[in-house]
């Protein structure tokens, strides 16, 4: 059974994908975020994280779908989320006792996805599909074409890595127009 707001973000997402992007229609669904391995907040509700997390990244990748072709479909079902660094108190990292938690980003705590996905065309058959485990050991060392004050932006280059290179068509008639 899923959880409401998985319910609610991928309805979120869908009427994103419908007014915002005429040709990109993506269906991404967050499946048991209670136990994804990393979506901790340093400074807020957990709650009110994971739903300002989740309408992030799935606002990018209705982003990243404008380049498929009118009429074709994305669904990713993401059973798993381990963001780019760990949450530690402040008092560990020497912000003293009444600071918020932080967020620490060292190369060793690499940001990491797990999803499956269909590409379906505008029949409905399915075109391509897959499960993904993806991770980024090289996050900090390799170009991120983000603002270092985006967020997500270690997640979203991953996420960008991973659909250039699986739908590189649909990316080359991007860069082309």
Same mark, same amino acid.
């Given at each position: 059974?899923?959880? @409401? $707001?998985?319910? /609610?973000?991928? &309805?979120? !997402? %869908?009427?994103?994908?419908?007014?915002?992007?005429?040709? =990109?229609?993506?269906?991404?669904?967050?499946?048991?975020?209670?136990?994804?391995?990393?979506?901790?907040?340093?400074?807020?509700?957990?709650?009110?994280?994971?739903?300002?997390?989740?309408?992030?990244?799935?606002?990018?990748?209705?982003? @990243? $779908?404008?380049? /498929?072709?009118? &009429?074709? !479909? %994305?669904?990713?079902?993401?059973?798993?989320?381990?963001? =780019?660094?760990?949450?530690?108190?402040?008092?560990?990292?020497?912000?003293?006792?009444?600071?918020?938690?932080?967020?620490?980003?060292?190369?060793?705590?690499?940001?990491?996805?797990?999803?499956?996905?269909?590409?379906?065309?505008?029949?409905? $058959?399915?075109?391509?599909?897959?499960?993904?485990? %993806?991770?980024?050991?090289?996050?900090?060392?390799?170009?991120?074409?983000?603002?270092?004050?985006?967020?997500?932006?270690?997640?979203?280059?991953?996420?960008?890595?991973?659909?250039?290179?699986?739908?590189?068509?649909?990316?080359?008639?991007?860069?082309?127009?």
């Amino acid at each position: 059974m899923k959880n @409401l $707001a998985v319910v /609610l973000l991928t &309805g979120v !997402t %869908l009427m994103l994908s419908g007014q915002a992007y005429s040709q =990109a229609k993506v269906d991404v669904t967050w499946e048991k975020p209670e136990k994804y391995t990393d979506v901790r907040p340093s400074n807020e509700s957990r709650t009110r994280f994971k739903e300002r997390t989740f309408k992030q990244l799935d606002e990018y990748i209705v982003e @990243l $779908a404008e380049t /498929l072709p009118e &009429g074709q !479909t %994305l669904k990713m079902n993401v059973t798993n989320l381990d963001l =780019a660094g760990q949450v530690w108190p402040a008092s560990f990292v020497g912000m003293g006792s009444g600071a918020n938690d932080v967020r620490l980003i060292k190369s060793i705590d690499i940001p990491r996805i797990a999803f499956s996905f269909e590409l379906l065309g505008s029949d409905g $058959a399915v075109i391509q599909q897959g499960e993904q485990n %993806l991770k980024d050991m090289s996050f900090q060392n390799r170009h991120n074409p983000f603002f270092a004050s985006e967020n997500l932006r270690y997640e979203k280059n991953m996420i960008r890595m991973w659909f250039d290179e699986q739908f590189p068509q649909e990316v080359a008639k991007k860069n082309t127009h």
